[in-house]
């Protein structure tokens, strides 16, 4: 007969709502407005401008009747790492399976959003976060006093620690609790203390019912829980599933997993945003700057030529690097190798267009030279100028095996012609030069998109590792950051700051 998890106590809910957290969170939950059904709420910055805080009210609508509550234990040592409390009408397992699949530790691998999001809503799972109760909210401290007692070294337990509790209930377990040490606050009726012993940092997340009404359960654990070596007490099966990389990105292509890279890129440019925090990356361009998306048939790089800059690599100027084994080299795989293609070639369009069509246009080699590369950054310096500008000026410079450098040179000229009219000549050498220039930029693309692709366990490049890559390194996304396809793909359906 297969275990089943073990009730450890349970508590009973009849006023429909539930406080929660430190004993002033709970007070506050007791003495705030009501929050009807699953809470909206988005990341709010904190005084610093580096925190990131939840503004939450410490109460929740909930389904009354009896709740069940289970220890989660660590599977070698026994200890109790985490808690979980579940309405009696809900199987335990899946709804922690549902909630953990959408939110779980910020501290494990692929473990959902970690914060309140849209994914998060829709699935019903409310998300609270270390920042967002216990010390790091002082409302209504004032009422309860002083909630910390030194006996016994306790005094850590308060941040490892917890109330949930009817609303109904809810100040006067906080009056009873407040003499108590927090390791020996008594459940009884409406009132549930929950403690992580030696954990650090607090985390929860409430499950909400399919009509995202009422909380029907609520998972708590600390900086320590692990949920791929952590069971229900009764059981042996973990809560999460200890994955390889090879694992991990198999179930990800199964369950369609977005690896456009989309979503991670507008939330990096949207942080650029906010005056509070340090500026590393320019900001978005404007629409006005950016340019397609264009049709498929004026794309300049053909697989062919997109495998061959993928392969190559350009030897290391640091001699303590030479010898050393050749990096591993990510393939591309369905169904993500078109819109990797797609992003590779209109990011070339937006630089063409944005960079290189006003400063090469009417200019002989040398003087377009002058206009693309700045001149102070072509020596001495680890910058891209310095990198590109022999490539355009050197028609012998080493070429790269297998990229048809003629093709793509007739390629971008015929792209560049639509441009040209009575008063507008482009030099051949000068497209060839470009043509030169681009190779290695996209060298460096893909060099940067495989080093995305290992540090995320995948033998595989993806269209993400390609915006990340890029996005990354200051001196490319000055190049290629003109594309609208590049920050919104190729339907565009969220737009560019106007």
């Not at 990800?252 to 340090?278: N, Y």
Request: aromatic share 12%; glycine share 8%; net charge negative.
């Amino acid at each position: 007969m297969e275990a089943t998890p073990t009730v450890f106590k349970t508590i009973n809910v009849s006023s429909g709502r539930l406080c929660f957290g430190g004993l002033h969170n709970i007070w506050n939950g007791a003495s705030a407005p009501a929050v009807q059904g699953l809470p909206h709420i988005r990341l709010k910055p904190f005084a610093t401008g580096t925190v990131k805080v939840n503004r939450i009210e410490y109460n929740v609508t909930a389904r009354n009747g009896t709740w069940n509550a289970f220890q989660l234990v660590d599977i070698a040592s026994s200890r109790v790492v985490a808690w979980f409390l579940a309405h009696s009408d809900v199987d335990p397992e899946s709804e922690i399976d549902r909630i953990l699949s959408v939110s779980g530790s910020p501290y494990e691998y692929d473990s959902g959003s970690a914060m309140n999001d849209d994914k998060t809503e829709a699935a019903g799972v409310f998300v609270i976060n270390r920042y967002d109760w216990g010390w790091y909210d002082d409302r209504s401290k004032d009422e309860v006093g002083d909630d910390v007692q030194e006996a016994e070294n306790d005094y850590l337990s308060n941040g490892n620690s917890l109330g949930v509790v009817d609303f109904a209930e809810a100040k006067s377990f906080v009056s009873r609790w407040k003499t108590q040490r927090p390791s020996r606050r008594e459940w009884s009726g409406g009132g549930a203390w929950l403690l992580c012993p030696g954990g650090e940092y607090m985390f929860g997340r409430f499950g909400f019912d399919d009509e995202h009404v009422a909380a029907r359960s609520f998972v708590f654990f600390s900086t320590y829980t692990q949920f791929t070596r952590t069971v229900f007490a009764g059981t042996d099966r973990t809560l999460r599933k200890e994955e390889t990389d090879e694992e991990r990105f198999d179930r990800r292509m199964r369950e369609g997993c977005d690896f456009s890279g989309l979503e991670e890129v507008r939330k990096m440019a949207k942080k650029q945003e906010d005056p509070s925090i340090p500026q590393f990356y320019p900001l978005p361009p404007s629409v006005a700057e950016c340019f397609g998306p264009h049709d498929l048939s004026d794309h300049i790089l053909r697989a062919q030529d997109i495998n061959a800059l993928r392969v190559h690599r350009v030897p290391p100027t640091d001699p303590r690097l030479r010898g050393l084994p050749p990096k591993r080299i990510g393939e591309f795989i369905e169904p993500w190798i078109e819109p990797l293609y797609d992003v590779t070639n209109e990011m070339l369009l937006g630089y063409l267009q944005r960079r290189v069509v006003p400063h090469m246009a009417n200019k002989s080699l040398a003087e377009a030279a002058e206009a693309l590369f700045s001149p102070e950054k072509r020596t001495g310096s680890d910058s891209g100028d310095a990198f590109y500008f022999p490539n355009f000026m050197n028609p012998n410079e080493e070429g790269i095996p297998d990229f048809d450098y003629a093709f793509v040179s007739g390629r971008i000229k015929s792209f560049l012609s639509r441009f040209e009219d009575d008063s507008v000549v482009f030099d051949p050498e000068c497209v060839a030069g470009i043509t030169r220039v681009v190779a290695r930029m996209f060298v460096e693309v893909f060099e940067l998109a495989n080093n995305c692709s290992g540090d995320n366990g995948r033998k595989h490049i993806m269209p993400c590792d390609i915006r990340l890559g890029v996005y990354n390194w200051e001196e490319l996304l000055r190049c290629l950051q003109y594309s609208k396809v590049f920050w919104e793909g190729r339907d565009c359906t969220i737009p560019l700051t106007e």
